[in-house]
């Protein structure tokens, strides 16, 4: 297992850009695809992107494709995702997650073992 946290949430106005940043512990971190997901009050969990172990392959949400960038740096054992052209839609409590890279689909809270604590990241209008 890994232990993740996240950081980089915050407040922003819509339009407006963040960086989440998900530090992960252990000498395993390169071994495991990675993903990010959000959670907004009242709703399921839902991805929103992943990266293969290696940085190769990238997977996104529709909703987020072309606004919202994963990307990953093994020698500092962390993942990024930067957040652009934000909207209040993307109010969401967000999580990043980690999986093995031989089982699990990369869309769905199953296929992940480790979890953060999230972040939150609030849109305002």
């Known amino acids: 297992q890994v232990q993740l946290v996240e950081s980089g949430g915050g407040l922003v106005q819509a339009g407006g850009s963040l960086r989440l940043s998900c530090a992960a512990s252990?000498?395993?971190?390169?071994?495991?695809?990675m993903g990010w997901f959000r959670q907004a009050p009242g709703k399921e969990r839902e991805f929103v992107a992943a990266i293969r172990w290696s940085g190769s392959s990238t997977y996104y949400a529709d909703s987020v494709k072309g606004r919202f960038t994963i990307s990953r740096d093994n020698a500092k054992n962390t993942v990024y995702l930067q957040m652009n052209s934000l909207k209040p839609e993307d109010t969401a409590v967000y999580y990043c997650?980690?999986?093995?890279?031989?089982?699990?689909?990369?869309?769905?809270?199953?296929?992940?073992?480790?979890w953060g604590q999230g972040t939150q990241v609030t849109v305002s209008s």
């Open positions: 997650a980690a999986k093995s890279r031989y089982s699990g689909s990369y869309y769905n809270t199953d296929g992940f073992h480790s």
């Open positions: 252990g000498r395993t971190f390169s071994s495991y695809d």
